[in-house]
């Protein structure tokens, strides 16, 4: 008795990505568009003349160390997670959320800085260039810390660890797409001052 064997051909493994981390990209696609047209339209503009050049405050260098350290305790807080560390997860969210609170004190510093040396909102495209750009990432940032406290919600009611790793992926990886983010513009910003 001969056996009949039969091919049976293995369904191909699909590309898949929960719904959110989806929506999330695409979200963080739009706010790289919107900085790019808006250093694009900086450019552009200050090709045209009538612009004001000034020194950045001095307070977006520090601000800029506070945002790469606040990186590092979101990931540090990622591998607690990774590592089901809750109080660990929490010690290095709460640094995080702190991090970012201190982030926007500087960057308000800094608008202070900005008005002592006459540079205002409206008078000068640089200046409203300067204060648009600088107010929407901040505005972005508030976003993050606030899912920076939701994140750290549920990790005291234990939602979050090695089985459930989805909201603390996003919430780093929204994190760090903004750090990123400042470090261009301010770099941008201080290349085309």
Known sequence: MVSEM???????????????????????GSVLMLFASWTSAYIVRRAEGNWLYFEL????????????????TMQMAYRSARRNQLSQLKNWMMATAILGLVFLAGQWMGWADLVRN???????????????????????????????LIVL??????????????????????????GALWIYLFVFLTINR
Do not use: D, Q
């Not at 929960?18 to 929506?23: C, D, M, V, Y």
């Not at 307070?59 to 590092?72: D, E, H, K, Y």
């Not at 200046?127 to 810390?145: D, E, Q």
């Open 153 to 178: 919600k549920s990790s005291f009611k234990g939602k979050i660890g090695p089985a459930n790793m989805a909201p603390i992926e996003m919430c780093a990886t929204y994190w760090h797409f903004l």
């Open 118 to 148: 006459s540079v205002y909102f409206i008078g000068n495209p640089a200046g409203s260039f300067v204060y648009v750009i600088t107010g929407f990432h901040g505005l972005h940032l508030i976003s993050a810390i606030i899912y920076v």
């Open 6 to 28: 039969k091919i049976v051909e293995e369904p191909r493994k699909t590309l898949s990505m929960h719904p959110r981390k989806f929506g999330m990209w695409l979200f963080l």
């Open 57 to 72: 405050p001095n307070i977006f260098r520090w601000t800029s160390l506070v945002i790469l350290a606040s990186s590092i």
